[in-house]
Every structure is written in C-alpha cells, then in structure tokens.
C-alpha cells in the first residue's frame, strides 16, 4: 500500500511556472509507475503525464508536451511536475497517481489556478 500528498499547486498568471510535488509513503518499492492528471471543473479527469519508476522513461499528453517535465528523484520516494508556460487551459486540480502491478492509489490533489 502507498500513501501520496502532494504539494506546489497555487494561483498564477499566465506564462508563469509551478512546480508540484507527490511524496510517496509505504510500499514504494513496489511502485510500477507514478503520474499526474488534472481535472477541470464540469470536465472529466484526464492524463498529464507518467513515468516509469524503475527506467525512469516518460509519457506526456501532446497539449503539455514542451511545457511540462515528470522527473522523480534519486530515492524515488517523490514524483515532480515542473510546468512552464502555463495557459489557463491548465487550470484545474491536480492528482498524483500510482500504479503497484493491479492497484492504483491517488493523491488527494492540488489546485491550480492560472491568471490570464
């Protein structure tokens, strides 16, 4: 089992940055993969990006890609997101998500509010 808390999210204007951060608690060597999605108000919860914990390879959504950085680190107990030049189409709240072969474990998520 894994407990996430993530941390970062806050109000900014457009063509600013924020950096999130999802710490990972328990059984984190068990961890598959660690990602991120958003969801925006009336909108259904969508993919933002992923990697893989063990090869460290990464999948992100063609809106953020060039905008947005997953990165994990050296202990690989904390996933990061580090986007850029943010749009007020990424406003939303952002949740940590893990996969440990068929279990999937959530964050309790971040807002996200971009200024234009």
């Known amino acids: 089992q894994v407990q996430l808390v993530e941390s970062g999210g806050g109000l900014v204007q457009a063509g600013g940055s924020l950096r999130l951060s999802c710490a990972a608690y328990?059984?984190?060597?068990?961890?598959?993969?660690m990602g991120w999605f958003r969801q925006a108000p009336g909108k259904e919860r969508e993919f933002v990006a992923s990697?893989?914990?063990?090869?460290?390879?990464?999948s992100y959504r063609d809106s953020v890609k060039g905008r947005v950085t997953i990165s994990r680190d050296s202990a690989k107990t904390t996933v990061f997101l580090q986007m850029n030049s943010l749009e007020p189409e990424d406003t939303a709240v952002y949740y940590c998500?893990?996969?440990?072969?068929?279990?999937?474990?959530w964050g309790q998520g971040t807002q996200v509010t971009v200024g234009s």
């Open positions: 998500n893990a996969k440990l072969g068929p279990y999937e474990y």
């Open positions: 328990g059984q984190t060597f068990t961890i598959n993969t």
């Open positions: 990697i893989n914990w063990n090869a460290g390879s990464t």
